[in-house]
T-cell receptor, first 114, second 109 residues
Framework: AQKITQTQPGMFVQEKEAVTLDCTYDTSDPSYGLFWYKQPSSGEMIFLIYQGSYDQQNATEGRYSLNFQKARKSANLVISASQLGDSAMYFC???????????FGKGTRLHILP | NAGVTQTPKFRVLKTGQSMTLLCAQDMNHEYMYWYRQDPGMGLRLIHYSVGEGTTAKGEVPDGYNVSRLKKQNFLLGLESAAPSQTSVYFCAGGRDEQFFGPGTRLTVL
């Protein structure tokens, strides 16, 4: 069975500091994909970044990067130079090789302090 | 382009009533998904579709039915609503990068 774990229910970070949001996963599939989504207080879900399990390099999208450590089964999201607008709920998600299903973690609420 | 849209945005039902949530997309996605989001639970997959005419069960399918008669529409039905179905419902299209609709807030009294 697949599982996504986000162990930080909430985090407070000073503006302009870097942030690391933790995500660990469990799967027996040899091939899978990992995602991060942002949900601001307005409620919409925003796709941030994707990492395939066979990708050689860590995915990056602007200020977002995914620190993929396959042996440790972790896929942490790193936000560089945090901004007030980064305050939101962040979800880690995974898709397995054969499945078309995506499972989500329970999320981490990030608060950026001025 | 409208992207992924959901109708209605809000709804209040009484226990036992039925309703259909509509998800429409103009992005030509083959894959479409219905999720529910409850406090502290993240998003849980209800049903999904990998193409017109196909549907499959997700994590929490009980009490819901879906149909994908046309590629651009994915309908979620509640035949007999229960208070446990009070939730925010999200539709999404796409496989690797999912595009979400704005959500439907449903309350069942």
């Amino acid at each position: 069975a697949q599982k996504i774990t986000q162990t930080q229910p909430g985090m407070f970070v000073q503006e302009k500091e870097a942030v690391t949001l933790d995500c660990t996963y469990d799967t027996s599939d040899p091939s899978y994909g990992l995602f991060w989504y942002k949900q601001p207080s307005s409620g919409e879900m925003i796709f941030l970044i994707y990492q395939g399990s066979y990708d050689q390099q860590n995915a990056t999208e602007g200020r977002y990067s995914l620190n993929f450590q396959k042996a440790r089964k972790s896929a942490n999201l790193v936000i560089s130079a945090s901004q007030l607008g980064d305050s939101a709920m962040y979800f880690c998600a995974m898709r397995g090789r054969w499945g078309d299903k995506i499972i989500f973690g329970k999320g981490t609420r990030l608060h950026i302090l001025p | 382009n409208a992207g992924v849209t959901q109708t209605p945005k809000f709804r209040v039902l009484k226990t036992g009533q039925s309703m259909t949530l509509l998800c429409a997309q103009d992005m030509n996605h083959e894959y479409m998904y219905w999720y529910r989001q409850d406090p502290g639970m993240g998003l849980r997959l209800i049903h999904y579709s990998v193409g017109e005419g196909t549907t499959a069960k997700g994590e929490v399918p009980d009490g819901y039915n879906v149909s994908r008669l046309k590629k651009q529409n994915f309908l979620l039905g509640l035949e007999s609503a229960a208070p446990s179905q009070t939730s925010v419902y999200f539709c999404a299209g796409g496989r690797d990068e999912q595009f979400f609709g704005p959500g439907t807030r449903l309350t069942v009294l």
